[in-house]
């Protein structure tokens, strides 16, 4: 006799919360870690960093809508690993940008207005969907 996921209680639901997890795991690293990484190496100090991070935004918030994703939870996660980030990255001893002087402002507007439209765009798509 072969066990099934119907015959363990909770069978489908420890799947779906290990799928969840996984995709957490994805998205926290790609549409965050990597995503702002990247565009800060590319623009670091430039304005150019606003309009390129909210519309990589809007294609993480398509990602994630088109793997029926709610970000809820990743949006917590995101958002203290960016204070973090931040705080880092303004420190005098950073290893990033060596003998450079952050703008705080211009890397706040960015990297938190990417995170919150990730967000935003994600619950409006889903809203749109289930109309």
């Not at 800060?40 to 918030?61: C, E």
Request: hydrophobic share 55%.
């Amino acid at each position: 006799m072969i066990l099934g996921l119907d015959d363990i209680t909770g069978g489908h639901e420890i799947v779906a919360f290990l799928i969840w997890l996984g995709l957490t795991a994805l998205f926290y690293l790609v549409g965050y870690v990597a995503a702002l990484n990247v565009v800060d190496d590319i623009t670091q100090n430039s304005w150019t960093k606003v309009p390129a991070m909210w519309g990589l935004s809007i294609i993480t918030a398509g990602l994630m809508s088109i793997l029926n994703y709610n970000p809820l939870i990743l949006f917590f996660i995101m958002c203290a690993a960016n204070y973090l980030r931040l705080k880092n990255l303004s420190s005098p001893d950073c290893e990033k940008f060596p003998g450079m002087q952050i703008n705080k402002a211009l890397f706040h507007i960015a990297s938190y207005g990417y995170i919150f439209l990730v967000l935003a765009i994600t619950h409006y798509i889903d809203f749109r969907n289930n109309l």
